[in-house]
């Protein structure tokens, strides 16, 4: 069913208008004094839902957003305002129950006094102000009928775009704008994500919950703690903050001091997961690109952009579970030619929200590997030797050269990094991979011969901090081995899989040289072990002793000649401009071979998640195959496509993309050959792979 919003012009009114369209649900809506296209004009002073002028048959509910709510205004102009906020809505309220359309009335946590916070639904209402009067009055109305109602407490609503004049924005604005702000440290609210507030809308509509809810955010704040946090958190230096008594200012009506709400009765009827101010601010902190290279400090350029995105290891429990999302765009280095992520998840977002994710490596290459790294050190096998790992990624290796006759070792989470959390995964290692704290463990557990780090320096979200405290562990005249995926197959062949929110760098065998040999390390040994999809890449290198000096744009230019940047640069803006194409010849093939059956994708992994988020491909693609019983029944992160088991491929599916690492395609094959026996196809999201999507520039 459809769904009419009366003050679509407004700011929450236009939101819901514009997330409805974005989650393709009819709804119509209205505008009073600010025409807006597409709005249909309707006034509380004469409320008729005739003047619509639409099937009212089709509409379940009707969100009521008008409503003036210039707050001093419904003191100074008490007859007028009352006329349009009270007598109106109600007559509009009685038209709509005539019709059988459920009103959602937006309130206010004005209704109550601010002499306690942390108000819930139960709470006595004891509004201040007359906008609060209004609203009370509208709440008893509804609340005193027994017909269906929905009462929808909001907070200080706001957003983090930065294209309107709500709370966080004009902080931010008045900041940057070098003001002085003056900001009362004793009134206390619980400001709201809009976002939020139109998620919680949309699930009150179709799970057909009816009631009062308070749909705020948890927690409360001064606007003085409001205004500190912004500034602090978004590194704004221009601007004064003084903080003030709400008396201080002269207002024509009263103002309540601590209307902060629970949220807890909404929440535990629906599992909703609120946006907190923190996380908004980081949210906008995060939304802001990265300019700077994180080795050379160069201008970033060619850019890619991923929009929104989710956590692609946060597999939702539930359909309508609520996500977080934040920017995502891959930029490179117009100096040094390094890619990397300009907007880039929080790390504190990219921990696990499940305890049985695990990543694996490849590792048929650390025979070899252990081979030669005994071979280039010629350490002695014996006690005194030591080598350490960073990660569990660095396990296997150590036990290998433990079998030599090696001293290993490795950081622990909690002892050596004091990380109490056992979910959590490389990205707080390398949060915690910092010169100070690796010197407390060196002072404790003495330098190391060689310290090993694979697959996790492209997570760094500082990479000079992250090799300065690889150094802090070493021995002079000891090793660095760090091994990192090599990406430059990827963006020859058009592998946007490869993006992946994790991995902050993206390294080519040339760029990966120059990073190590621009932080003061002398390069002893280089291979670069080939896989199917992406090849390891392996250096060690001697601790000189010597000192980063990338801090010089010209010592960092010299690093790479100009005809090796030129084709980084050429390889990386063909990758950048081709994905809409590639996304255009991969939905051609999908609905050319659709053949009225479901189409599935094998794999429920961050390449799946990937390959269906960034080309956007989620209309096109039925359910995502997994075996593992942890996956199964649950749905994937943005797309929310059902993840099922492999029983699916005998159901009317006809066409099977792969989205597993290629060196595990034939096994999978292999033990789905009844798919295939019956007529199934397979094919590979890779292009390396000798199941490749037959396109064109593959």
């Known amino acids: 069913m459809a769904i009419i919003i009366f003050g679509a012009s407004g700011f929450l009114g236009g939101k819901l208008m514009q997330y409805f369209a974005n989650a393709k649900k009819k709804a119509v809506g209205t505008y009073s004094n600010t025409k807006k296209e597409n709005l249909i004009k309707f006034s509380l002073e004469k409320p008729e839902l005739k003047a619509l002028r639409i099937n009212l048959k089709d509409y379940s509910h009707a969100i009521i957003c008008s409503s003036i709510t210039a707050m001093d205004k419904c003191k100074t102009e008490a007859d007028k305002t009352y006329k349009i906020n009270v007598v109106g809505t109600k007559k509009l309220i009685d038209q709509l129950w005539s019709k059988g359309i459920t009103p959602i009335f937006i309130s206010t946590d004005y209704v109550f006094d601010g002499k306690k916070g942390n108000y819930t639904e139960e709470d006595a209402r004891k509004p201040v102000l007359e906008y609060g009067r209004h609203k009370k009055e509208i709440e008893e109305y509804l609340m005193s009928s027994k017909k269906k109602y929905i009462i929808v407490r909001t907070a200080k609503l706001y957003s983090i775009t930065g294209d309107d004049e709500t709370i966080v924005n004009s902080i931010i604005k008045d900041l940057k704008e070098g003001k002085e702000l003056r900001m009362a440290s004793d009134q206390y609210l619980s400001p709201t994500y809009v976002e939020d507030a139109c998620k919680a809308i949309e699930l009150i509509i179709d799970k057909n919950i009816i009631g009062t809810y308070n749909v705020c955010s948890d927690g409360r704040i001064s606007r003085y703690e409001l205004a500190k946090a912004i500034k602090e958190t978004l590194g704004i230096t221009t601007g004064k903050i003084m903080p003030c008594s709400l008396?201080?200012?002269?207002?024509?009506?009263?103002?309540?001091?601590?209307?902060?709400?629970?949220?807890?009765?909404?929440?535990?009827?629906?599992?909703?997961?609120?946006?907190?101010?923190?996380?908004?601010?980081?949210?906008?902190?995060?939304?802001?690109?990265?300019?700077?290279?994180?080795?050379?400090?160069?201008?970033?350029?060619?850019?890619?952009?991923?929009g929104r995105q989710a956590v692609s290891n946060h597999f939702l429990i539930r359909k309508d579970y609520k996500e977080k999302f934040h920017p995502l765009a891959l930029a490179q280095c117009t100096e040094c030619g390094l890619v990397q992520l300009s907007q880039r998840f929080p790390a504190e977002a990219l921990k696990p929200i499940h305890d049985w994710i695990v990543y694996l490596e490849p590792e048929e290459h650390l025979d070899k590997l252990t081979e030669d790294i005994i071979k280039k050190t010629q350490l002695k096998p014996n006690l005194k030797t030591r080598f350490i790992g960073v990660s569990s990624k660095d396990d296997s290796l150590l036990e290998r050269l433990r079998k030599k006759g090696y001293a290993t070792d490795r950081l622990d989470l909690k002892k050596d990094l004091g990380v109490d959390d056992e979910k959590v995964g490389v990205e707080t290692i390398q949060d915690r991979m910092k010169p100070e704290i690796m010197k407390r463990i060196a002072d404790n557990k003495g330098l190391f011969d060689v310290v090993i780090a694979r697959h996790i320096l492209e997570h760094a979200y500082n990479l000079k901090e992250f090799i300065s405290a690889m150094k802090t562990l070493v021995k002079?005249?000891?090793?660095?081995?760090?091994?990192?995926?090599?990406?430059?197959?990827?963006?020859?062949?058009?592998?946007?899989?490869?993006?992946?929110?994790?991995?902050?760098?993206?390294?080519?065998?040339?760029?990966?040289?120059?990073?190590?040999?621009?932080?003061?390390?002398?390069?002893?040994?280089?291979?670069?072990?080939?896989?199917?999809?992406e090849n390891s890449l392996v250096i060690m290198a001697q601790n000189t002793g010597k000192k980063s000096d990338s801090k010089k744009k010209k010592n960092s230019k010299s690093r790479i000649k100009k005809e090796i940047l030129k084709k980084e640069k050429d390889a990386f803006n063909n990758y950048c401009k081709s994905k809409d194409k590639r996304k255009e010849e991969i939905i051609k093939f999908i609905t050319d071979n659709k053949q009225d059956a479901r189409i599935a994708v094998l794999g429920a992994g961050h390449f799946s998640c990937g390959f269906i988020n960034y080309l956007g491909l989620k209309d096109y693609i039925d359910i995502v195959i997994d075996d593992n019983p942890n996956k199964r029944g649950l749905y994937m992160p943005m797309s929310r496509t059902p993840i099922l088991g492999s029983e699916e491929l005998q159901r009317n599916i006809k066409l099977c993309l792969l989205g597993v690492n290629p060196r595990g395609e034939e096994n999978v094959i292999a033990r789905y050959k009844d798919f295939v026996t019956k007529g199934g196809m397979f094919y590979s999201i890779f292009a390396n792979s000798r199941h490749a999507l037959p396109l064109k520039d593959k």
């Open 476 to 533: 002079p005249k000891g090793y660095l081995m760090i091994e990192v995926p090599d990406c430059a197959h990827g963006f020859a062949r058009l592998d946007y899989p490869i993006i992946w929110e994790e991995h902050t760098l993206y390294f080519t065998p040339e760029t990966f040289k120059n990073t190590i040999a621009s932080n003061g390390l002398e390069i002893k040994y280089y291979n670069a072990f080939e896989y199917a999809l």
């Open 247 to 306: 008396n201080d200012f002269k207002f024509q009506d009263n103002r309540p001091l601590d209307t902060s709400m629970s949220n807890r009765k909404f929440k535990e009827l629906t599992n909703f997961s609120f946006t907190s101010i923190k996380e908004a601010i980081t949210m906008i902190k995060d939304m802001q690109k990265i300019t700077e290279c994180a080795l050379c400090k160069g201008k970033l350029g060619g850019s890619l952009e991923l």
